[in-house]
């Protein structure tokens, strides 16, 4: 949750050069001959000062098991833990996307009290604690509000089609009001950080395109949404896939509200079995496989994007 | 629910304002008790921390334990289907009063704070708080006088009796607060904390499980604790109904029949990995 945002939202123009480097030197070997000896030596402490016996064997069970009763494989809470987290960022990130262009739009408005309440809530949220956030809105904002509006009610009653659909796209209907929440409060969260990159990447484009888009005699919505947005929108492409993927990673502080993903489930797992590092560890790999997977993709999309441009 | 306490609220002011006194319990009568809400729904939404063997889960993902048993019957009885809502402890009475679920079965003891929150019935289970302590750090006691001294750290899960248990019993201890059960132990277990305190049996579980590293300094427990069903204050009906139902199945045996299966049998041990 650190460094986000505050990269500029320009230089998209032309990528720097890649690093090719030289053959592997000496420097190259001392230092991954001392980096393997500090891995080493860690592992080695570990060892000799923890009482730990391991037992990786249990994990996989938590992944998938064998069910004899009814015959057939059964996805387990760390699965269902990661599909929730993976539920949960798409849904957030699409609302985060859809609030945050709006507060972007918002922000540069030549209306003050618009522009002001923007700014507020945008740096409301950038400068208070993720978890305090995550708690403060919870509890005396969404989980009320909710509750009130009868959304888990609704929910269970659904049938057919609608709740077929439902499932799919946002797990079982009687966790819904609880998904609902942990998605709500993660979109508000991210949608701040989204706002300022969308605002970089519209106040980037010169201030000339707006002084000529005037001169031709558009308004300035006009021109925000034919000339300003267009060219804003492939500065902005490579900071936002970041911001997406730190989503992924961020989703993890909603397991405080009890919403049931990755790192719930973990937690819930890790006391059932006692065995603590285990658990981590794979719910690590799990955050780890996802993201790295995703970085590496937009790393290629944005590359491929680059090249058609020129 | 909140909207509904509140028109009610209303109108029992405006009803005084007004100086119509008799208006205050027929209005009163008007809401709906959680009994009849449950039933309506036709789901009991039961919330749950994670406390084994009080409520935990099998190597199958299922919510199991001693609560499991009691909130089914519980949703059997009601003829109504049973929703667990895992929750994490520190959140467990805050979700409460938002709603989140009807009730909370979780091996929550009495304690006048959580009393002037949430509303407790009479008590289905007691239990008492033990302690392990590191056979390393602190050897061969057989008192737990020795552990009432600023040198020795000692932990527990955050916001729980035993936590508390420890700074009424050992006021002079260090004590150090972890969110899970699996962390206090480990902690212990790695040296960092002298001993822990959790609410029997798990200390002496973890004893018979590591042997070589911890043990049981006393056999009796100390800082008793009386476990009931907390619900939203307000609600005299459903807590009569709840009262009863427990005091009912005192007297036919079935708490004390599921407490002795869950607390001093190892018959279920197959339900967690090893």
């Keep these: 949750m650190v460094g986000r945002a505050e990269r500029p939202a320009t230089g998209a123009e032309r990528p720097p050069p890649r690093v090719r480097g030289r053959r592997i030197g000496w420097l190259d070997v001392v230092l991954l001959a001392l980096v393997a000896a500090a891995a080493v030596w860690v592992i080695h402490r570990v060892d000799t000062r923890l009482t730990y016996t391991w037992n ?59 522009r002001w309440l923007a700014r507020t809530y945008v740096e409301l949220v950038r400068n208070l ?100 947005v267009p060219q804003a929108v492939r500065k902005v492409v490579p900071p936002l896939t970041g911001q997406l993927i730190s989503l992924v990673k961020d989703s993890s502080i909603v397991s405080l509200i009890s919403v049931q993903e990755l790192t719930f489930a973990g937690q819930q797992i890790s006391v059932a079995t006692r065995k603590v590092f285990e658990v981590w560890l794979t719910v690590a790999a799990f955050y780890f496989a996802i993201c790295f997977t995703l970085s590496v993709v937009s790393r290629r999309l944005e590359r491929h994007f680059g090249a058609a441009r020129r | 629910m909140f909207h509904r306490r509140t028109l009610i609220a209303a109108a029992l002011a405006g009803a005084m304002l007004g100086g119509i006194t008799a208006a205050g319990p027929a209005a009163a009568q008007t809401t709906t008790s959680l009994t009849d809400e449950v039933s309506e729904r036709g789901v009991l939404r039961v919330g749950v921390g994670n406390f084994v063997p009080w409520v935990f889960r099998s190597k199958t993902g299922d919510i199991v334990g001693f609560e499991a048993d009691v909130a089914k019957q519980l949703a059997d009885d009601m003829g109504v289907e049973l929703e667990f809502v895992p929750t994490v402890w520190d959140g467990m009475v805050p979700a409460l009063l938002a709603g989140n679920f009807d009730l909370i079965i979780s091996g929550m003891s009495i304690t006048p704070e959580r009393m002037l929150r949430a509303n407790f019935t009479v008590p289905y289970a007691s239990s008492g708080n033990m302690l392990a302590a590191n056979r390393d750090r602190i050897p061969n006691m057989t008192s737990l006088d020795a552990f009432d001294n600023r040198n020795v750290t000692i932990a527990a899960v955050r916001g729980s009796t035993s936590a508390s248990a420890v700074q009424a019993e050992l006021p002079n201890a260090r004590l150090v607060q972890f969110d899970a059960e699996a962390d206090v132990l480990q902690e212990v277990l790695n040296g960092n904390a002298d001993a822990y305190v959790a609410s029997v049996p798990k200390p002496a579980v973890d004893s018979a499980a590591n042997p070589e590293k911890l043990y049981l300094p006393v056999r009796e427990t100390f800082q008793g604790t009386l476990e009931a069903f907390a619900l939203r204050k307000g609600d005299a009906d459903a807590l009569n109904f709840l009262n009863n139902w427990i005091l009912l199945n005192t007297a036919n045996g079935f708490l004390q029949e599921r407490w002795e299966y869950w607390f001093t049998t190892q018959e279920w041990g197959d339900l967690v990995p090893e």
């Design chain 1, 56 to 114: 990786w064997s249990m994990i996989p069970g938590y992944v998938v098991f064998f069910d004899e009763a009814t015959g057939t494989w059964r996805s387990n809470l760390l699965l269902d833990g990661l599909v929730t987290t993976l539920r949960m960022t798409v849904a957030a990130g699409i609302m985060a996307l859809v609030i945050g262009a709006l507060m972007a739009v918002a922000r540069v408005s030549n209306v003050p009290s618009i």
């Design chain 1, 129 to 228: 604690p993720p978890l305090i956030f995550i708690f403060v809105f919870y509890f005396f904002i969404s989980g009320p509000v909710i509750n009130l509006l009868g959304v888990a009610d609704w929910a269970r009653e659904l049938d057919g089609p609608a709740r077929q659909v439902m499932a799919v796209l946002f797990g079982p209907p009687e966790r819904f009001a609880n998904f609902v929440t942990g998605t709500v409060c993660l979109a508000l969260f991210e949608a701040a950080y989204v706002t300022e990159i969308l605002r970089a990447g519209i106040q980037a484009v010169s201030q000339g395109q707006w002084e000529a888009s005037q001169a031709l005699g558009l308004s300035r919505w006009r021109t925000l949404r034919l000339i300003v």
